[in-house]
């Protein structure tokens, strides 16, 4: 279970959070929604260490992580990977290598196990068939589900996955929902999605949090997003640009 509590972060004058508190329970898939630099991938960053807040808790399975030392966050990193948004891959490098890379860098293991793993990750995305062959080859669902694949390479708990379905086509869009809803349902992985992509969110999302001008203005189930008679819920949702969101 991952907690913020009453989480604070500014950015010299500019005040991205103010004050937000949620729980991500394990195994769910746990949608974090809002409009364009609304702070969701600011919040997310503060569970792996990459800010900290001015003030306010991060609890990971009831240990506060929120003052760990750089090296603290090392293990954590391990715990809970991160699917960037503009997560690339090594062009020179085959899928399978590209994948075999934190393996080899974290783990004692010869090239040979290295890659024994790294397909394992491949054929849990459905590329194994393609481990050989370049990036170059493949557009980019494909590549999103190969740096998935790398995600998973140390057995994470908790993933993040930062707008994984943007800037990719619809239909790669759906075999990547598809994955996390899987990886959650099958492998007891948990998710922890940025997104605003309304097709993702409805299809797959077990509950979601929506962030607006620095605080939560909800967090629920789908039918509860669904039902909201909050007019700044429902412009986003609708996806209507008219409305009295602020953005
Ligand atoms: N390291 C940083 N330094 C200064 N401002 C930042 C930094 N990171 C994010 N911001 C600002 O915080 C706001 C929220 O950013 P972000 O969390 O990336 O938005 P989004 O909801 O689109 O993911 C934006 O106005 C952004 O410019
Ligand atoms: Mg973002």
């Known amino acids: 279970m991952i907690e913020f509590k009453d989480i ?48 306010g808790q991060i609890i990971l399975d009831g240990e506060d992580i929120t003052s760990l030392t750089e090296k603290e966050f090392y293990p954590i990193r391990k715990r809970c990977a991160m699917v960037f948004q503009n997560a690339t891959l090594f062009d020179s490098m085959t899928l399978l290598d590209n ?38 080859d493949f557009g980019d669902g494909m590549r999103k589900k190969v740096a998935i694949a790398r995600a998973l390479t ?9 707008e994984p379905t943007t800037n990719v086509d619809p239909i790669s869009a759906n075999m990547v929902d598809k994955l996390i809803r899987r990886l959650s349902d099958d492998h007891g992985v948990t998710s922890i999605v940025i997104s605003h992509d309304l097709r993702s969110i409805f299809g797959i999302a077990d509950r979601i949090a929506m962030i607006y001008q620095g605080n939560l203005l909800l967090d629920g189930t789908r039918e509860d997003f669904k039902n909201s008679p909050n007019p700044i819920i429902q412009q986003f949702i609708q996806g209507q640009p008219e409305g009295p969101m602020e953005v």
Do not use: C, W
């Open 8 to 55: 604070y972060k500014s950015f010299g004058p500019k005040h991205v959070l103010r004050g937000v508190s949620l729980t991500v329970n394990t195994g769910e898939v746990f949608f974090v929604i809002g409009a364009s630099g609304a702070g969701k991938s600011v919040l997310v960053k503060h569970l792996v260490g990459l800010l900290r807040p001015d003030s």
């Open 99 to 136: 994948v075999a890379l934190p393996i080899r860098k974290h783990k004692r293991v010869s090239v040979k196990e290295a890659r024994r793993q790294a397909m394992e990750k491949l054929a849990l995305v459905g590329m194994e068939g393609e481990a050989l062959r370049y990036p170059a």
């Open 154 to 162: 140390l057995d994470p708990e908790f993933v993040i996955f930062d």
